[in-house]
């Protein structure tokens, strides 16, 4: 119980033994228990013993005749808790294991910071107050002015009296205001508190120098190469809210936005016909494959039977290919039954395949590849393989509809490696770009298709 509740929550099934089945997995088999009111008692007592005590909720289940008990335990929010013997535990995946000292540390701190953080909420209630009463008291000196407008309508030889009067109470009232905003802005910098307005300058600073970075390529050009001296000055409300200390990170995340930008209009996506292909094109094409551990026996003949295939280019250069494959239905067959996958390999008669890009391109337009791909495939089924160490590409592919079919089994090139197949169920519609990042589908542009 003081594992899960300071952990994420969990669950408990007493009356349900784990059992090993025939091929060695772990299943649940339901042997029944107790159910009655002194066993129930039992159980919320061991809960009020733990320190602090810990919030649960027990349900009866039945399962063909024999109850068993399903104890549940939510995520604590008085965390941490421990055993009455003193021992704090967390659940860490099939298993429980004691808290170090830094997370101990770590959950003692988030407790107090929502301590300070109620303490601030109260803080912030008087200011309000405060804030009130300043409002009726400029209510009361409006009122005086007002008053002592009346009286100088009816006195105009004092006139010049009045009109200084006024301009005293005009000076005082800025000045309070002013003084109660700088009070404010400096409970929230020392607190470290999120203030809106902050941040929105902060926000509105960093796109203005965006937009100055990419109006003047050559002033980002120098900058980003480390070769000119400049200085950042904040004009107007951005001068009030922002500190000397807040420039410098804006000014490097508005660097980073615009660099960001150049460099992605020089990545483009081309998806062609193997017959539309140069020679050119196969040959780097074969040779990215080869770079990338695939199968390359007969790649240059294997190309020309594939559906379509896809070229990530940076500038002129090909940095990463793809390919929408016609597999044969032998080779589906084999690749089906190694993963032992549940769906029929008749129905899917595509493969992505041949997925390689250059070690430093990475993360950069693959996903783009793979939208143009399914394109291509219209509304026929598709599939991948992939390593099982292969995270990224499994997160891209999932994006797209593709889930795990079966197991995973052995590389028949690396024996130590695992291959996990992935087929589609569904596919979000089509992702195209135009500009940054832009997809580009010349076997369509020829034959007038839209773009």
């Not at 909420?121 to 002592?148: N, P, W, Y």
């Not at 597999?327 to 997925?355: C, H, M």
């Not at 130590?416 to 519609?429: A, D, G, K, N, V």
Request: proline share 4%.
């Amino acid at each position: 119980m003081v594992a899960f509740a300071n952990a994420g929550g969990g669950a408990i099934l007493a009356g349900v033994d784990e059992r090993a089945n025939d091929g060695g997995a772990q299943v649940g088999v339901v042997v029944g228990c107790d159910v009655g009111d002194g066993t129930i008692l039992q159980i919320a007592n061991k809960a009020l013993g733990c320190i602090p005590p810990v919030a649960i909720d027990v349900s009866i289940e039945n399962d063909d005749g024999k109850p068993f008990l399903r104890i549940d335990i939510p995520s604590s929010a008085t965390k941490p808790h421990c055993t009455p013997k003193g021992i704090y535990c967390t659940r860490d995946g099939r298993r429980n294991r004691a808290l170090h000292p830094t997370e101990l540390l770590k959950i003692f701190l988030e407790s107090e910071a929502r301590a300070f953080a109620e303490r601030f909420e109260a803080a912030a209630g008087r200011i309000t107050k405060e804030l009130g009463q300043l409002e009726a008291s400029l209510d009361v000196s409006i009122q005086s002015m007002a008053d002592q407008l009346g009286w100088a309508d009816s006195k105009l030889g004092d006139t010049e009296s009045a009109l200084d009067t006024i301009q005293a109470y005009v000076t005082r009232i800025n000045s309070e205001t002013n003084d109660i905003a700088s009070r404010l802005r400096t409970i929230f910098r020392q607190d470290k508190r999120d203030d809106p307005v902050t941040e929105r300058e902060r926000t509105k600073l960093r796109d203005e120098l965006v937009d100055q970075l990419l109006n003047d390529r050559k002033l980002l050009d120098v900058i980003a190469k480390g070769t000119a001296n400049f200085t950042i000055n904040a004009k107007g409300k951005a001068a009030e809210e922002l500190t000397k200390e807040d420039l410098h990170p804006i000014f490097k995340g508005a660097l980073k936005i615009a660099v960001d930008k150049v460099e992605k209009e020089k990545y483009s996506v081309q998806i062609k016909k193997p017959g539309e292909c140069t020679k050119n094109e196969l040959d780097d094409f074969a040779l990215l494959v080869k770079k990338g551990g695939e199968v390359a026996d007969g790649i240059e003949a294997r190309l020309k039977r594939a559906d379509v295939l896809g070229f990530i280019r940076y500038e002129k250069a090909i940095v990463g290919v793809g390919a929408l494959k016609k597999p044969a239905l032998a080779y589906r067959n084999g690749v089906f039954q190694k993963a032992q996958a549940t769906a029929n390999s008749g129905d899917f008669t595509r493969e992505i395949g041949w997925l390689f890009v250059e070690q430093k391109h990475r993360g950069k337009q693959t996903r783009n590849l793979i939208t143009s791909l399914l394109d291509a495939a219209r509304a026929k089924l598709v599939y991948a393989t992939t390593r099982k160490a292969n995270e990224k590409l499994q997160r891209i592919l999932k994006h797209h509809g593709f889930v795990q079919n079966g197991v995973a089994y052995p590389s028949t090139e690396n024996p130590s490696e695992e291959i996990i197949l992935l087929t589609q169920i569904s596919r979000p519609p089509s992702q195209r770009k135009d500009g940054i990042g832009r997809v580009q589908h010349d076997h369509e542009a020829k034959r007038g298709a839209p773009q």
